[in-house]
T-cell receptor, first 115, second 118 residues
């Protein structure tokens, strides 16, 4: 149990376009989902925390209008990178947590390349 | 100050030998949890082991054990009998706040790249 999927696994887009990444908990209800960004050979940096049905809480320095997060249901959260630029190229990883649980279950990640 | 410090950017270990990956942490919260994750080149984060701040015994999961020294604020990961498939990045992470009271953020260290030599 506790499987989290991400779609797409890889995406290449042109500068100025928007890209949507989906994060789904397949076999449990995720009250909280987290979005991380990871640069090559670097650690995971938390971007935002989203709770189902409420607005996401963004970390300092993360642009809310650029990285739109929607947690519409207990099994789905989406991250939309708007007006993408080459510097947005990165590995984006989501994780999901059950209510009353210390453990986060990670998705396999999405590699975004903006040309 | 960094909350999680992993001082070893890279480590090498001979196959079948044991290896210790260092992790120190900084928190003033009496309730916290410490995690270790493995990230192979494919990118997925694989949960390895968890230690709660009030746990009396060191956590163990198969070949993984956590050497928890609370007074020194260290939570080193010990991998016994290393295998070639253990080659990966290893991240130490911390959750501040009690478990069972909701979902909390994780703060990650910079990671240690482990290479297992045949």
């Amino acid at each position: 149990g506790a499987v989290v999927s991400q779609h797409p696994s890889r995406v290449i887009c042109k500068s100025g376009t928007s890209v949507k990444i989906e994060c789904r908990s397949l076999d449990f209800q995720a009250t909280t989902m987290f979005w991380y960004r990871q640069f090559p050979k670097k650690s995971l940096m938390l971007m935002a925390t989203s709770n189902e049905g409420s607005k996401a809480t963004y970390e300092q320095g993360v642009e809310k209008d650029k990285f739109l997060i929607n947690h519409a249901s207990l099994t789905l959260s989406t991250l939309t990178v708007t007006s993408a630029h080459p510097e947005d190229s990165s590995f984006y990883i989501c994780s999901a947590s059950r209510e009353v649980s210390y453990e986060q279950y990670f998705g396999p990640g999405t590699r975004l390349t903006v040309t | 100050a960094q909350k999680i410090t992993q001082t070893q950017p890279g480590m090498f270990v001979q196959e079948k030998e044991a290896v210790t990956l260092d992790c120190t942490y900084d928190t003033s919260d009496p309730s916290y949890g410490l995690f270790w994750y493995k990230q192979p080149s494919s990118g997925e984060m694989i949960f390895l082991i968890y230690q709660g701040s009030y746990d009396q015994q060191n956590a163990t999961e198969g070949r993984y054990s956590l050497n928890f020294q609370k007074a020194r604020k260290s939570a080193n990961l010990v991998i016994s009998a290393s295998q070639l498939g253990d080659s990966a990045m290893y991240f130490c992470a911390m959750r501040e706040g009690p478990s069972g009271a909701g979902s909390y953020q994780l703060t990650f260290g910079k990671g240690t790249k482990l290479s297992v030599i045949p």
